[in-house]
């Protein structure tokens, strides 16, 4: 080994060490408290919809290259018929149009 090489692995077995000392030394972290737990689950919540909505507008654009790509191919004269999907396929958004619930008098 030279010793360059020797002297980079001492300085990152003190690095290795000299966290590992620091990370033991570090205490434990407070419990939640209410409310933290209830922002939490807020959170969690807004972030589950936000993720639900971009994979909405997702499949939409997709759809939209698909339709275009298929009418550009249709004016060109080349026949294009799209995949099937499986059946294991979930349903495209059937669920996310759901009766409103009825009004309370």
């Given amino acids: 080994m030279t010793m360059t090489t020797l ?24 419990p939640l408290t209410d409310a933290q737990k209830v922002a939490a689950e807020e959170k969690k919540a807004k972030d589950a919809a936000a993720a639900d909505l971009a994979k909405q507008q997702q499949a939409k654009a997709e759809d939209r290259v698909a339709a275009r790509y298929f009418a550009e191919s249709k004016v060109k004269g080349k026949v294009v018929t799209p995949p099937q999907m499986p059946a294991s396929a979930p349903a495209a958004a059937p669920a996310a149009k759901a009766a409103p619930a009825p009004a309370k008098k």
């Fill in 7 to 30: 002297r980079a692995l001492i300085a990152a077995g003190l690095v290795v060490g000299t966290f590992g000392v620091a990370v033991a030394k570090l205490p434990p972290a407070p």
